[in-house]
């Protein structure tokens, strides 16, 4: 129940934001997934150059924000494809592409409400990526973009807002220290002199993070003894059941037989003894 309600609250702060900004997400945060399996980054972008005029347009307000906050959740597989969702400012948008060593190439969608009717909902792009690690822990990249990006419309005729677009061509550069990474990035507006400059700055976590060989035979070897267990269990509860069925029969037929019953009384002792044994490696590698 929780989680739907926080789903539905998510939602109804998407749909009052939808005329909020678009623009092209991190190069470094796509290229720090190094490892199989979910990420969660966070990042905050600043802008800065001559798009911050302030211009009135038909009776509605254009301004575009001077910074935003991403939040990306990725992950990747096959050890080179990505998928994942971004957001800025709380809008989705679905990234796709790949991640290699040195070469990755992201590319990302999303739909905005435009001012005008006649104009496409879509803000998106592509985006190609080179890497060059200077240490295990230090890599410095560039990045080549071609987005149309948006970016919000104070209307007050429309409710929610409204967004405006604009075609962009640019280059960027970064640096990534473990999961810490600064970038800048230049764009210039296509059929404008408008020239944007964007510092960004993101953190990246794993939610899930890939197994070791090491850990992949601990836990191979976890499931094995955990199935033992099952099966000396079960094997005790077998043994004990004939044994005393068995002094039943013995005790109705008047027939002793200490003898017999000693063996089977020593085999339920050593079933135990290995199932001892065994529950104290399953605590090891648990």
Not at 248 to 260: I, R, S
Request: proline fraction near 3%; include cysteine.
């Amino acid at each position: 129940m929780a989680r739907g309600i926080l789903w539905i609250v998510l939602a109804v702060c998407a749909l009052l934001l939808a005329g909020c900004s678009n623009h092209p997400p991190s190069a470094a945060q796509f290229m720090n997934m190094k490892k199989n399996g979910g990420s969660l980054t966070i990042g905050a972008t600043a802008r800065a150059g001559d798009n911050l005029e302030k211009r009135r347009v038909e009776d509605s307000f254009h301004q575009e924000g001077y910074w935003n906050l991403d939040f990306s959740a990725l992950c990747k597989f096959f050890n080179f494809a990505m998928i994942g969702v971004s957001f800025e400012n709380i809008i989705p948008r679905g990234v796709l592409g790949f991640n290699y060593k040195y070469l990755g190439m992201q590319g990302w969608a999303g739909f905005t409400k435009p001012i005008s009717s006649e104009d496409s909902p879509f803000a998106g792009g592509i985006m190609l990526i080179e890497e060059l690690p200077v240490g295990d822990n230090f890599r410095i990249g560039l990045s080549e973009h071609f987005s149309r990006n948006a970016y919000d419309v104070s209307d007050p005729n429309m409710y929610g807002g409204a967004s405006d677009y604009y075609n962009e061509f640019g280059m960027g550069a970064y640096m990534t220290f473990m999961n810490f990474s600064l970038e800048f990035r230049y764009g210039r507006e296509i059929k404008s002199p408008n020239n944007r400059f964007y510092f960004m700055m993101n953190y990246q976590f794993y939610v899930v993070k890939e197994r070791t060989e090491e850990e992949k035979q601990r836990r191979r070897e976890l499931k094995a003894a955990l199935k033992k267990r099952a099966m000396l269990s079960k094997e005790i509860k077998t043994q004990k059941r004939q044994l005393k069925q068995q002094m039943h029969e013995d005790e109705q037929q008047g027939v002793d037989n200490k003898e017999n019953r000693e063996d089977e009384l020593i085999r339920i002792r050593e079933l135990r003894d290995s199932l001892d044994v065994l529950k104290v490696k399953i605590r090891e590698l648990d």
